[in-house]
């Protein structure tokens, strides 16, 4: 079984600011992806961003980047220029190729102030 | 609006009582998930659907809980004997397989079930 472990319950950041999420996981497995879901308060849960582990490339997207350690099983995300719209729960999570299943951490409140 | 929706949005209901709840996925999507996620916490895993297929169920799911999806469409999750443990909110998810191994999940709103 996959474990995701999410270290930091809240995080607050001022706006246009950095952010730095922590995530590390346990597996077994070779071929995996991971993510990270937002999910803004009442809303549902959306994508921001995922990485293939095969991939040495840490994944970009906008003002989202991951810092992916296969080695150490950590899967960082940061938020750069931090927005009010970035108030949120994020979730990291672990899929197993192949697999529809997805292993959640038990999330990060980030709280971004004006 | 062509995503996932649930249906209801929100379930108070009393200990003992039975209770479904309903999904429909975004129509082209053949694969359809359920999670449960608790207060403060991240969703966890119940059970998944290939077409009308269930292929993989939790040991979460107690016998008390039942997934259909006939016809491969909608699904429903009907929880029997509700008792207080069972408050949570019910997300549903589909992603469509395409051949490739990834297969982006959207999400449901989710039904929220508070079990009095």
């Known amino acids: 079984a996959q474990t995701v472990t999410q270290s930091q319950p809240e995080m607050s950041v001022q706006e246009a600011e950095t952010v730095t999420l922590s995530c590390t996981y346990d597996?077994?497995?070779?071929?995996?992806?991971l993510f990270w879901y937002k999910q803004p308060p009442s809303r549902q849960m959306i994508l921001v961003i995922r990485?293939?582990?095969?991939k040495q490339q840490n994944a970009t997207e906008n003002r989202f980047s991951v810092n992916f350690q296969k080695a150490a099983k950590s899967f960082s995300l940061k938020i750069s220029d931090s927005q009010l719209g970035d108030t949120a729960m994020y979730f990291c999570?672990?899929?197993?190729w192949g697999s529809g299943k997805l292993s959640f951490g038990a999330g990060t409140t980030v709280t971004v102030r004006a | 609006d062509t995503g996932v929706s649930q249906d209801p949005r929100h379930k108070i209901t009393k200990r003992g009582q039975n209770v479904t709840f309903r999904c429909d996925p975004i129509?082209?999507?053949?694969?359809l998930y359920w999670y449960r996620q608790t207060l403060g916490q991240g969703p966890e895993f119940l059970t998944y659907?290939?077409?009308?297929?269930?292929?993989?169920k939790s040991r979460l799911l107690s016998d008390r809980f039942s997934a259909e999806r006939p016809k491969g469409s909608f699904s429903t999750l009907e929880i029997q004997r509700t008792e207080q443990g069972d408050s949570a909110m019910y997300l549903c998810?589909?992603?469509?397989?395409?051949?490739?191994?990834?297969?982006?999940?959207?999400f449901g709103p989710g039904t929220r079930l508070t079990v009095t």
């Open positions: 998810a589909s992603s469509l397989l395409s051949g490739g191994s990834y297969y982006e999940q959207y």
């Open positions: 129509s082209e999507h053949n694969r």
């Open positions: 659907f290939q077409n009308e297929a269930q292929l993989e």
């Open positions: 597996t077994s497995e070779n071929n995996y992806y």
């Open positions: 990485q293939e582990a095969y």
């Open positions: 999570a672990f899929m197993k």
